[in-house]
């Protein structure tokens, strides 16, 4: 059950991530972008070139800012990087380990053990 709840979840984020695939791309595209007006207009000697630049960076913010939901596209990414990352844990491992630690008599063990030693 846990494998087919895996896949479908990796179904749904792969289908997200290849739906916002092309905003993502402008997205970083137009943060190049901004990095490079940013750039200029620091090393702008002159009022008017200056006021260019800002001008460019303006229109280049409102490009990623129109593409800005392509952050659903980076979480679904993630998502599928973690669903990856999980595909082989056992189930029954994560299950035993809670088990474990709530016993109070096998923490009473092995604190007692340690006190043996």
Known sequence: MKKF????????ALLILLANLGPMILL????????ICFKKFISADSIAA???????????????????YAVLGVAAAYAL??????????????????KEDDDPFTN???????LNK
């Open 5 to 12: 709840m895996l896949f479908i979840g990796g179904l749904v």
């Open 28 to 35: 970083a595209l137009s943060v190049w972008l901004l990095y």
């Open 50 to 68: 200056k006021v260019g630049w800002t001008i460019l960076g303006l229109i280049v913010v409102s490009i990623t800012f129109s593409n800005i």
């Open 81 to 98: 990087y973690l669903i990856y990352k999980n595909w082989n844990t056992p189930e029954s491992s994560v299950v035993h380990e809670m």
């Open 108 to 114: 009473f063990e092995k604190q007692w053990a340690e």
